[in-house]
Nanobody, 115 residues
Framework: QVQLVESGGGLVQPGGSLRLSCAASGSIFSHNTMGWYRQAPGKQRELVATITSGGTTNYADSVKGRFTISRDNAKNTVYLQMNSLKPEDTAVYYC?????????WGQGTQVTVSS
């Protein structure tokens, strides 16, 4: 079973930046399209960005131009660089496989954008 550990969240002012990391156990990581998801209080979890094993990326319209997803297959890690953060980006951020059955969700990392 793949284990996912997210980190890098915190409190940031509007317009600020954060870089999230997600470390995955298991050798199958590199073969999978990975995604970053987020869940705001009272809302459903939503997909933010995806990256294929070959590095092709896609983004939700709400974050396009501000967020960048990347991965390091040698380190079994996927990243989310978040710039120009807005209060509406406040949420718990998770990573997981995109497509097919999800792995067990990690604990997520809290991102709070507030002045």
């Amino acid at each position: 079973q793949v284990q996912l550990v997210e980190s890098g969240g915190g409190l940031v002012q509007p317009g600020g930046s954060l870089r999230l990391s997600c470390a995955a156990s298991g050798s199958i990581f590199s073969h999978n399209t990975m995604g970053w998801y987020r869940q705001a209080p009272g809302k459903q979890r939503e997909l933010v960005a995806t990256i294929t094993s070959g590095g092709t990326t896609n983004y939700a319209d709400s974050v396009k131009g501000r967020f960048t997803i990347s991965r390091d297959n040698a380190k079994n890690t996927v990243y989310l660089q978040m710039n120009s953060l807005k209060p509406e980006d406040t949420a718990v951020y998770y990573c997981n496989r995109f497509g097919g059955l999800r792995w067990t969700w990690g604990q997520g990392t809290q991102v709070t954008v507030s002045s």
